[in-house]
C-alpha cells in the first residue's frame, strides 16, 4: 500500500472544506489520507451528516476502505482502492448541502472509467454553502473550459431544516483535464439571475429580482435578466419554505462571476435581493474573471490539469490558500500565490497532467 499522506484538519480554515479537498483528491490520486482534528476550529467539532455523506460518496466511486467513519469522529482514514463508474444514490438525511457533497465528488468522477450519475437528496439552498444554481449556472461552464463536461438536472429544492431536495449529476469522464487562463475579464455583456421561492407566495420570488435588478441597473448595467421560479398552492412539492437568489455575470473573455444570497424568516425579499447584487457588484469591482468563491472549487482541477493554469482571483479567501495547501500536500504540485489573503490575487500552478489510464485503454 502507497504511504498514507497525513493531513492536519485544523489547518486554515479548519473547517470542512479541509476533509472534502483531502477525500477528492485522495480519489483522483489512489493516495490514501489521514486526517485528524477534523473541524477542530468549529464549535461543534468532528464529522456532521453531510460531511459523512461525502465520504460515503467518494468511497462508494473508489470502492475505498475508511476508519472512523462515525458522527463526531475527528480523525479518519480513507483507502481507495480505484476509481469507477455507474449509477449511485445518496440520502445526506437532514438538510445537509448536496453542492458540498458534489465538490467532493466531482474531481474523482472526472477520471472515472465511465460516465457517472448521481441521484442526491438533501439541502440545496442551505447557510454557510453555495446554492445549488451557483453550481448549476456558474460551476459547470467553468469545468467546461477543463474539457470536463457535467450536467445536473434540479428536481427538489430543499431548504433548511426539512431538506429533501434532489437532484441528478450526470459527469463524462476524462482523459485529462486542460489547464486554464483567466487573467482578464473584459467588459460585463449581460447579467442574469435566477430567483426562486417554494411553499411562500409567488411575490417573495418576484420581489428578490426586482430589488435585485435595481441596484444593478443603478450602478450602470443594462442587459440584466433574472428568471422567477416559484410554484402554484396545492401543487408546491417541496417540504418546507425557502427563498433565494444567485446572480452571475458574463465578461467579454467568455468567464462567469457569481453571487448569491439566501433568504431566512424575518429577512424582507427586498433585502435577499439586494445583498446579491451588491455581492456580484464588489466581485465585478476587483476587474477580476473569477470570483471569490469559485477560486477555491477550481483548485482541485487545475492542480491534476496538464501545463500551466494560472487565474486571477477577486478575493484570496481563508477556503482557497487552504485547498492550496492540500493539494500540494497530497498532489506534490507547487502553486505561486501573487497577493495577500483578502486580497485580489493571481494564483499559478504546473498541474501533474493526470492521465484516466483506464478510460484511454478503453
Wanted: proline letters at 6%; one cysteine or more; charged letters at 25%.
Amino acid at each position: 500500500m502507497m504511504e498514507i499522506v497525513e493531513i492536519d484538519g485544523s489547518y486554515g480554515e479548519g473547517g470542512g472544506q479541509i476533509l472534502r479537498s483531502s477525500i477528492a483528491l485522495s480519489a483522483l490520486t489512489l493516495r490514501p489520507v489521514r486526517v485528524f482534528n477534523i473541524r477542530a476550529k468549529r464549535t461543534n467539532p468532528g464529522l456532521r451528516p453531510q460531511h459523512m455523506t461525502a465520504i460515503r460518496a467518494v468511497a462508494a466511486l473508489t470502492k475505498a476502505k475508511v476508519k472512523g467513519l462515525h458522527k463526531g469522529s475527528m480523525d479518519i482514514t480513507f483507502i481507495p482502492q480505484g476509481r469507477f463508474g455507474g449509477f449511485f444514490r445518496f440520502n445526506i438525511g437532514t438538510a445537509g448541502s448536496i453542492p458540498l457533497v458534489l465538490q467532493a465528488l466531482l474531481p474523482a468522477a472526472a477520471f472515472a472509467t465511465q460516465p457517472c450519475t448521481f441521484e442526491i437528496t438533501g439541502g440545496t439552498d442551505v447557510m454557510h454553502a453555495p446554492p445549488i444554481d451557483y453550481i448549476r449556472f456558474v460551476l459547470l461552464p467553468w469545468l467546461k473550459l477543463f474539457g470536463y463536461d457535467v450536467k445536473i438536472e434540479l428536481k427538489r429544492r430543499g431548504h433548511y431544516p426539512r431538506g429533501g431536495g434532489l437532484i441528478v449529476a450526470m459527469t463524462n469522464p476524462v482523459t485529462k483535464l486542460r489547464s486554464i487562463k483567466a487573467l482578464e475579464r473584459g467588459d460585463v455583456l449581460k447579467i442574469e439571475g435566477l430567483s426562486h421561492a417554494v411553499r411562500l407566495p409567488s411575490h417573495v420570488a418576484i420581489r428578490q429580482a426586482r430589488a435585485a435588478e435595481e441596484v444593478l441597473r443603478n450602478a450602470g448595467y443594462s442587459s440584466i435578466k433574472i428568471d422567477v421560479e416559484y410554484h402554484p398552492p396545492g401543487k408546491d412539492p417541496h417540504l418546507g419554505p425557502g427563498s433565494a437568489i444567485v446572480l452571475w455575470a458574463l465578461t467579454e473573455k467568455g468567464f462567469l462571476l457569481g453571487s448569491d444570497a439566501l433568504g431566512e424568516r424575518g429577512k424582507p425579499a427586498e433585502k435577499v435581493g439586494r445583498e446579491a447584487a451588491e455581492k456580484l457588484l464588489a466581485e465585478l469591482r476587483s476587474n477580476a474573471p473569477v470570483d471569490s468563491h469559485m477560486g477555491d472549487m477550481l483548485i482541485p482541477f487545475m492542480a491534476v490539469a496538464e501545463g500551466i493554469s494560472r487565474i486571477k482571483v477577486s478575493r484570496l479567501t481563508l477556503h482557497t490558500l487552504t485547498n492550496i495547501y492540500v493539494a500540494e500536500r497530497i498532489l506534490g504540485a507547487k502553486f505561486n500565490v501573487y497577493g495577500r489573503e483578502g486580497e485580489r490575487g493571481v494564483i499559478e500552478v504546473r498541474g501533474i497532467g493526470l492521465v484516466n489510464e483506464l478510460l484511454r485503454k478503453g
